[in-house]
Nanobody
Framework: QVQLVESGGGLVQAGGSLRLSCAAS????????MGWYRQAPGKERELVAR????????????SYVDSVKGRFTISRDNAENTVYLLMNDLKPEDTGVYYC??????????WGQGTQVTVSS
């Protein structure tokens, strides 16, 4: 059973930074991709950033939702089986619960428990 454990959330003022971590119980290179989703109160969960973690030619490719481009960076550390989300210049609208997600090669979905990010104005 795959386990994803997030950490790094918290309360920060607008303009500040946070780095989220997602530690996987197995090798992240065994997944097709990993990503970060967020869910704000009263809103649907949305994909914020994704990174392809497999050993294929697309390994390392990243994508972002438009609202975070230039401010957030997703990265991976295969040796540590960890994916990170560095969030700079945070805005109040970035507030929400951030969830780590992994997509297996068989297209199974795995989710972490979520970590709260609150950005005050």
């Amino acid at each position: 059973q795959v386990q994803l454990v997030e950490s790094g959330g918290g309360l920060v003022q607008a303009g500040g930074s946070l780095r989220l971590s997602c530690a996987a119980s197995g090798s992240i290179s065994s997944f097709n991709a990993m990503g970060w989703y967020r869910q704000a109160p009263g809103k649907e969960r949305e994909l914020v950033a994704r990174i392809f973690t497999g050993r294929s030619a697309t390994g390392g490719f990243t994508s972002y939702v438009d609202s975070v481009k230039g401010r957030f960076t997703i990265s991976r550390d295969n040796a540590e089986n960890t994916v990170y989300l560095l969030m700079n210049d945070l805005k109040p609208e970035d507030t929400g619960v951030y969830y780590c997600h992994a997509l297996s090669r068989r297209y199974d979905d795995y989710w972490g428990q979520g970590t709260q990010v609150t950005v005050s104005s």
